[in-house]
Structures are given as C-alpha cells and as structure tokens.
C-alpha cells in the first residue's frame, strides 16, 4: 500500500472500531492525528467527505495536520505557533489567555 492508502485503510479500521465500540459507550469526539498529507486530491476530498458526516452525526473532530487544504476548508481551528525555549502559543475560537 502506498502511504495514502496506508492512512485511509487505518483510518477506516479505526472509524470502524469506534462504531462498534459506540454500541456499548457513547463517545462524542474523534480525534486524527496527522496522515492527510499522503492523500491524492480524491482521497483527501473523500476523507473530508467523512469528517463533514461524522460532524454531521454530531461528533467533535480534531485534526492535526500542516496540509494547506486541510486549513483552507475547515475554518474552526485552533492554531499553535512555536516560540522560544520550547514554548508556544494557541490561537482560535475558546482559547483564551491563561
């Protein structure tokens, strides 16, 4: 498997788990990790395809990612930026100062 189809068929096992474990204890947050900048356009439009329905189900989706698309389509995120002595800062929507 190439490395995008490698994500998509974790992606998809882990998607799966989570459904059956659903069945027994409700969750209400997915949370991914990076793996997006392996996708062909396709991919990428279809795993967004998936993200915009788990939402719709009601689920609150966190994604790491550095892909471009990624921070072009999804307009809620909250952004880290390095500073020094290995610091950084959050900004976006519910983060404050503190």
């Known amino acids: 498997l190439s490395g995008g189809e490698t994500f998509l068929a974790s992606w998809a096992l882990a998607?799966?788990?989570?459904?059956?474990?659903?069945?027994?204890?409700t969750y209400e947050f997915f949370f991914l990790d990076e793996g997006f900048g392996t996708l062909d356009e396709a991919a990428l439009d279809s795993a967004l395809s998936v993200l915009?329905?788990?939402k719709n189900?009601?689920?609150?989706?966190?994604?790491?990612?550095?892909?471009g698309e990624i921070r072009e389509r999804?307009?809620?995120?909250?952004?880290?930026?390095?500073?020094?002595?290995?610091?950084?800062?959050?900004s976006g929507p519910g983060v404050s100062a503190g």
């Open 15 to 25: 998607i799966a788990i989570s459904r059956e474990i659903a069945r027994y204890k």
């Open 57 to 67: 189900e009601g689920k609150l989706i966190g994604i790491i990612s550095h892909v």
């Open 74 to 90: 999804i307009p809620a995120r909250i952004e880290v930026t390095p500073g020094t002595g290995g610091t950084s800062t959050l």
């Open 52 to 54: 915009a329905n788990l």
